[in-house]
């Protein structure tokens, strides 16, 4: 038993840590630029997002559609559901110069975008 | 039809494969079948039940609920493998050894059964969620999509079980002897890949904002969103560009769990537990 208590220890600890580490996020996430971009009909408007290189930016997606969608992009390693009628905040990592298609994956045919990082 | 098709196929073998994975595990245990049932059947409730507050989640913590979820329920997959593991160490190897008999050996994977059954039923959940709200999607568009869901969904549930069924009857290929040794280097790696993914989603929450860059990029070789990908992605926890945070939860857990495995293994350090 007292090895297993030390298994969870090892693994709550990282998970302490990281929750630590998470107390200064709040100023920074507000800080970055943030981009509002809109999904109606199952396409994006904007369907081209421009940001800045090296720099982490905030795309908040408003779904103005009656069912849910899925932001996803690999490129950028973003999955994120956004309910119908719903906003989801999506969190950019700061991106080399390139280009970075995302789509919503549940009606990929229609619901196509990229980000641009320059 | 076919959008379908690959939603459902994707995410089922995401989750059949751990599925398979954990009754290679438990060749032998009586009781598996009804804990992996009962695994499944929680997961698809609790699939069901988050995509009905998927709203509510995903306004939580500043919009981030949804990342913190995911990655809680994933650490407690990566907490419930590394249990499974770590007790099979400490006793399973020990009576193989010994040759006790076989229903001893049934009593100690009967142990952890509970801790691999909530690690079906986060998986099912995790991926569930996905297909109950893409299909609920298009179920309310109405109109001629839904005979194509209802067949192109169950092409894909069933492609999916094929693969993951592959993947049982090939670890069952395995020598009983060795069979222990390789399911415990593939939860080990399971876990690993789970970590890793948890990282990235706490990173994409907001909550862990250290070590972001890309440490390589193999998207040239394998790419994520191919079938390869995801494959190795669910088995191994394949990214094709792991920042420096995941890499390290990777490493971290492959150690953590190895380190408990041989410390519960030795045979001088394992006094009776008070």
Request: aromatic fraction near 10%; glycine fraction near 14%; avoid cysteine.
């Given at each position: 038993m007292k090895r297993l208590l030390l298994a969870f220890a090892f693994i709550a600890v990282p998970i302490a840590t990281s929750a630590g580490t998470g107390l200064s996020f709040v100023a920074p996430a507000l800080a970055d630029a943030s981009i509002e971009l809109h999904l109606k009909n199952h396409k994006f408007t904007p369907s081209t997002i421009k940001v800045k290189a090296n720099t982490p930016s905030m795309i908040i997606l408003h779904?103005?559609?009656?069912t849910a969608d899925e932001f996803d992009s690999s490129s950028l390693k973003i999955e994120k559901v956004v309910p119908g009628h719903g906003k989801g905040n999506i969190r950019v990592r700061a991106l080399a110069p390139g280009k970075y298609p995302f789509m919503g994956e549940y009606h990929a045919a229609t619901a196509q975008g990229v980000v641009i990082a320059e | 039809m076919i959008s379908a098709l690959i939603i459902v196929f994707r995410e089922v073998i995401e989750a059949g494969l751990i599925v398979g994975i954990v009754l290679a595990a438990t060749t032998?245990?009586?009781?598996r079948e009804r804990a992996v049932t009962m695994g499944v059947m929680a997961g698809v409730l609790g699939a069901c039940l988050v995509a009905g507050f998927a709203g509510e989640l995903a306004n939580l913590f500043q919009g981030s609920g949804q990342e913190f979820f995911n990655a809680a329920i994933l650490l407690l997959a990566v907490a419930m493998l590394t249990w499974h593991n770590v007790w099979m160490a400490s006793h399973g190897k020990q009576m193989a050894r010994e040759l006790k008999a076989a229903g001893h050996r049934v009593k100690t994977g009967e142990r952890t059964l509970a801790a691999l059954s909530v690690v079906v039923g986060v998986a099912v959940l995790r991926e569930g969620s996905e297909v109950v709200l893409f299909l609920y999607g298009i179920a309310a568009q109405g109109g001629t999509t839904a005979a194509g869901m209802v067949v192109g969904g169950g092409l894909g549930l069933l492609g999916g079980a094929v693969v993951s069924a592959l993947m049982y009857f090939g670890l069952l290929k395995v020598p009983a002897s060795k069979l222990f040794q390789v399911t415990s280097w593939l939860i080990t790696l399971l876990a690993a890949g789970m970590a890793a993914q948890a990282v990235l989603l706490l990173q994409n929450g907001g909550l862990l904002e250290v070590f972001?860059?890309?440490?390589?990029?193999t998207s040239w070789l394998?790419?994520?969103?191919?079938i390869t990908g995801k494959l190795l992605h669910t088995l191994v926890?394949?990214?094709e560009a792991p920042n420096g945070a995941q890499l390290i939860a990777y490493g971290a857990t492959i150690a953590m769990i190895l380190v408990l495995m041989r410390l519960v293994n030795a045979p001088a350090a394992r006094p009776k537990p008070a």
């Open positions: 779904n103005d559609d009656e | 032998g245990v009586p009781g972001t860059s890309t440490v390589w990029d394998i790419r994520d969103d191919s926890g394949y990214s």
